[in-house]
């Protein structure tokens, strides 16, 4: 039997051994860092602000590198790079989040690697991204032609709609999202099929054609619509509509119609890359108050973490705090992207 002393040291010597497995098991939860990250990045404003808000800080913090490649976002090269992607962290919208995990470029999201996540808007979470800062799509105005705000969609489409009118081309989130619109309040019910946009198309015929002084492709043609096309009115994302007001002094303005905005987000997932614990940390730079607040005071990006707190004259400007989130519509993507090629058909036949 052990006496008193020698029970004392070997509990002792189990404290020890206990204390210096605790360090060990951290340390096994953390897999080796990679020597690089990569990730695409919208080239201009918002590479800015990543260099400065997220990637400098988590350089620093983990001496892991981060190359950022400006492009749209790559899924056919990803789609053929299958298992081995350039990317480890794939930035994009909404539609192509969608589609990136529909073909298993993606992977879920592990929000034990990422608890920033608690403080994100729900709207601004998939399952396998989240949005790091959005925008409303609305209604951009010029208020001198406009005396009286927009208050529809359906003034892209009215005869009593002073001016002409820009709007982008067809695309994964932009005509195709407010024709959906249309169409819901046309027919009563989310469209699913193209047929279910012909009363779209006639109006459009019928009031925007005359009206169209530009089908736009990117901000810059947008820009160009109201200061060489002397347009009144376009189909615009909220922070574009204030930095352009901003840097143009033109008197415009920016609306989110009754019927509802549509959420423009940034989302990032991550790819099939052997760094995911990495790459989902460093989505959680993204999500810091501290980067949110960056983005938003330089360009006007909507904070996706609902603790950043921005000046009342910013917050004025985006779509900021939960009031005006719930302005945005839940688009029903999985409905409209499947045709959107079909949509775009109906939107060309009816102004071209």
Known sequence: MLDRRSLLKLTAAGAIAAAALVPALAGAAEPPKPAKLTMNVYAGPFEANMRK????????DTGIKVELVPSAPPLAKLQAQGASPELDILIAGIVENLIAGQQGLIVKLDPDNIPELKDIYDIAKTPDGVAVNFSALGLAYDKRQWPTPPTSWFDLASDKTPGKIVVRQPDAQNT????????KELNGAWPEKPEDYK???ELLTKNLKSRLAAITTNTATTRAGFTNAGAGLAVWTDSQVAAFAEESKLPLAFVIPKEGGVMIATTAM???TPNKYWAEKLIGYMLRPEAQKI????????????????????????VYGQAKIDT??????DKITPINQQISETFYEAVN
């Open 176 to 183: 195709v999202a407010w024709m959906a619109i249309m169409a």
């Open 199 to 201: 009363k779209v198309g």
């Open 270 to 272: 991550v790819t099939r």
């Open 53 to 60: 808000a997220v990637i400098a800080p988590f350089e620093a």
């Open 328 to 333: 945005l519509l839940r688009m029903p993507w």
């Open 295 to 318: 983005f938003a005071l330089n360009g006007y990006y909507a904070p996706s973490n609902k603790t950043v707190v921005v000046p009342d004259d910013v917050a004025a400007k985006m």
